[in-house]
């Protein structure tokens, strides 16, 4: 299996990103997938989920109507549009299953300056 984040970058405040992620070795058009992040010194939180088809998306409450996840299951890309970005989004965003993750990728970083 491999996740393979990519994207990230330095941004100012009310900026915008798409973050990609390549997955392989595993049926990725069965599976629901998820971006997490991970800010220094706190816990890695879900952020966002699709289910397999794409007809479903759920996001965490902070980033709803910024954050928008998408896919594309015959390239098993996994994506992420980003827009108002606030120096709280500063984080490494990984991707991987919502249920039974895989071990995590490297990640991209993404940070935000005020």
């Known amino acids: 299996v491999q996740l393979v984040e990519s994207g990230g970058g330095l941004v100012q405040t009310g900026g915008s990103l798409r973050l990609s992620c390549v997955a392989s070795?595993?049926?990725?058009?069965?599976?629901?997938m998820s971006w997490y992040r991970q800010a220094p010194g706190k816990e890695r939180e879900l952020v966002a989920t699709?289910?397999?088809?794409?007809?479903?998306?759920n996001y965490l409450d902070s980033v709803k109507g910024r954050f928008t996840i998408s896919r594309d299951n015959g390239e098993n890309m996994l994506y992420r549009r980003m827009s108002s970005l606030k120096p709280e989004d500063s984080a490494v965003y990984y991707c991987n299953r919502r249920f039974d993750v895989w071990d995590w990728g490297q990640g991209t970083q993404v940070t935000v300056s005020s």
């Open positions: 699709i289910s397999s088809v794409g007809d479903f998306t």
């Open positions: 070795g595993f049926s990725f058009s069965s599976s629901f």
